[in-house]
């Protein structure tokens, strides 16, 4: 491929590029179209998000159409040369023929019919002049172990894996499903449209599966496969006792290894411990799983290790460690004395772990706490025929500011009616009162068209680690009062970049609870029943609770 430079087109000089051996490329699209003069009618501003790329670019919206500057094109690693008044475009190694048009001073490359010829879906959000584009997702299959799918332009993916009960998430970043994607699941997996440009396969599991043949590689693609099946058992093998009856047990995971974990900072607020660990031992990433606020456990994959008898590991926040090995690796569980956010990383030495305490302690009474019931007034959020989320959320947060109350908590409610509170004075409202704790009740809704999941979520901002440990005590309780299925505590950046108004804005501990889907009918059920917004109430009570250390 050669480039070259120099063509004028309205008395304005472009650089430009010429392909050689274009007949290898697959040429699609429309002929012989000239440039065409300046754009006449309104022209606004607008951005452009592509599939997997994390920054949209910027050109013009006219009408429906999203007009490109062609020096821009790049950005999502297409090619473009323009020849006899026509734009060349190289889009995933296909050669595609668009229009040029003059759009304020720039030459542009017109969008829709161009992504639209490249096999992926553009459509603008609501409200706003952005225009996303999936790949079409050609199909997805979950069989015999393997998770596999294709799609129609290359796509980013993400592996990662849950507990209680275990999973396998996989989400498939800049792609869309439409209605001729074919699925092929079978029952302990499900796929659902998690974003208007991801794709999300849960797959339910009985062990831990190895994430490293997932993860080597995070190049776009545009077929993928995962084997999740389970790690292969080496028989137990025997050797003869005295009586020569007795078994014993040969490690599978080689020879016995000495561990040491040591203190390397400890003051109010942190906690940071090393695991020395020898380098052969973290060929493999190490697996993490919190297995409530107050203890964690590490799975070192094909390792078989003990804490060294002269290890004096001392903390005033780790009651105790357990070291165990099992075929395939060693487990060790975290006791802390109290509820705590983790992080957990690698290092020259080995692991490095950091607990960060929250600087609220103690009771509940005399804490502030604003409960925020979401919409309200003439926003009445997601709906099922009459009903509104907003007629959902303010019984739970009425009921929640009682159980607060009796507390001796301080409780500040962002509404007690059927108004609505801008997003400012509600984040005003907890920033002024020096508030410990935001919690914002709402209720949840998959998107029109899109098949209803049925469970509770919680959202912290981005990656606060204080926000996070408070949406992980409160959704636990929240699954134990509520009773609906577990969709996990995260971070609102899986949302937007820039996360959630109400979280970003407000300097307190807060969080946003989606208690059930509207759409579902199990839960549409029960969050109409006394007994779950009151349940709410105790499961936000409780969670403040375990947070605070009582």
Known sequence: MTRSVGFFALGVALVTTAFAGE?????????NKPVQANVTGAVRKAELAFTHFETPAKGFRIADDFYLPIALVEAFGWSASVQNGEAKV???????????????????????????????????TPGFD???????????????????????????????????????????????????????LESSARVSQFKPNTVRVVLETTFVPDLSKATSDDSPKKDFSFDFTPPQVVPEQTVPSETGTTPVPTPSAGPLKTIGIGVDIENANTTLLSIKLPAAHLKKPAQFAKKGPDAFELFIPQSNLQLSPDDKFESE?????NVRSEKGGTFLTFQLTRAMGVELWTSPVGLQIQLVRPTQGGSLAGKIVVIDAGHGGSDSGCRHGALCEKHLTLPMAKFAAAELSAEG??????????????????CELA??????????????????????????????HKKNAIGKLLAECVHRELLRYGKLPDLGYRSDSTLYSSGLKVLRDTKAAAILIECGFITHPTDRAKMQTKEFQQGVGKAIVQGLKTFLGQ
């Open 23 to 31: 007949p290898s490329l697959a040429t699609k699209g429309r002929q």
């Open 90 to 124: 190289i889009i995933d190694q296909s050669l595609y023929m668009t229009t040029l048009k003059e759009v304020n001073g720039q030459a542009c490359l017109s969008v829709r019919d161009l992504v639209a010829e490249a096999g992926a879906i553009a459509a603008w």
């Open 130 to 184: 952005r225009l996303e584009v999936a790949a079409a997702l050609k199909n997805v299959r979950v069989s015999k172990g393997t998770v596999s799918f294709s799609s129609t332009l290359p796509l980013k993916t993400s592996v990662t894996t849950l507990t209680s009960p275990s999973r396998v998430v996989l989400d498939i970043v800049g792609a869309r499903m439409g209605p001729n994607t074919k699925l092929d």
């Open 317 to 321: 926040f780790v009651a105790g460690v």
């Open 409 to 426: 908590a301080t409780v500040l409610m962002t509404r007690r009616e059927d108004t609505y509170p801008s997003l400012d004075a509600r």
């Open 431 to 460: 920033n002024k009162n020096k508030a410990d704790f935001f919690i914002s009740i709402h209720i949840n809704s998959p998107g029109r068209g899109r098949a209803s999941p049925s469970g509770s979520q919680t959202y912290y």
